[in-house]
T-cell receptor, first 110, second 116 residues
Framework: GQNIDQPTEMTATEGAIVQINCTYQ??????LFWYQQHAGEAPTFLSY????GLEEKGRFSSFLSRSKGYSYLLLKELQMKDSASYLC???????????FGGGTRVLVKP | NAGVMQNPRHLVRRRGQEARLRCSPM?????VYWYRQLPEEGLKFMVY????????ESGMPKERFSAEFPKEGPSILRIQQVVRGDSAAYFC??????????????FGSGTRLTVV
């Protein structure tokens, strides 16, 4: 089966850094995705990790450790517009569907 | 290059009616996926289709729900005899190949179904 865990909610201050952790247990692994979703909108793709290590993209970075079944999304220099839900998703062995965690709602305060 | 198009954006149905949700994938994408998102929850996989083929429907409820992706036209998710518990956001996504891809899916804006 598939099981993906991430915190429900996090609060941080504008300009600060927030790290959203995601742990997963899946039958097969073909990559881990992070998506951003604003309320009432579609998820938008942020990052994809298939090998261990850190991928950096501007203010956002994503890390993967396959041996630990662990990933994190790091958001730096937080802006008010970063207030959203962040979804961790894993592509299983067949690679034809994603299993999502429940999402982490991040609230950025002034 | 239009993205994934879903319509309608909002759909209200009375209990017992049928709901038909449409999804046109991005140009050049031949793989379509449907996901359901209940309020305050993550997305749950429902079905994966290619043209004229259902590849994986392991997430579809056994009754009342069906999906198709015909040779011509959009993919359709049909919910018969809707109940209040069907109220959710239904997202469609498309990809050129399977999801083992650095670009992942492209999601549509979703259809928000409300059953009254």
């Amino acid at each position: 089966g598939q099981n993906i865990d991430q915190p429900t909610e996090m609060t941080a201050t504008e300009g600060a850094i927030v790290q959203i952790n995601c742990t997963y247990q899946t039958s097969g692994f073909n990559g881990l995705f992070w998506y951003q979703q604003h309320a009432g909108e579609a998820p938008t793709f942020l990052s994809y990790n298939v090998l261990d290590g850190l991928e950096e993209k501007g203010r956002f970075s994503s890390f993967l450790s396959r041996s630990k079944g662990y990933s994190y999304l790091l958001l730096k220099e937080l802006q008010m517009k970063d207030s959203a839900s962040y979804l961790c998703a894993v592509s299983g062995a067949a690679g034809n569907k994603l299993t999502f965690g429940g999402g982490t709602r991040v609230l950025v305060k002034p | 290059n239009a993205g994934v198009m879903q319509n309608p954006r909002h759909l209200v149905r009375r209990r017992g009616q049928e709901a038909r949700l449409r999804c046109s994938p991005m140009k050049g994408h031949s793989h379509v996926y449907w996901y359901r998102q209940l309020p305050e929850e993550g997305l749950k996989f429902m079905v994966y289709l290619q043209k004229e083929n259902i590849i994986d429907e392991s997430g579809m409820p056994k009754e009342r729900f069906s999906a198709e992706f015909p040779k011509e036209g959009p993919s359709i998710l049909r919910i018969q005899q809707v109940v209040r518990g069907d109220s959710a956001a239904y997202f469609c996504a498309s990809s050129p190949v399977n999801t083992g891809s650095i670009d992942g899916y492209t999601f549509g804006s979703g259809t928000r179904l409300t059953v009254v």
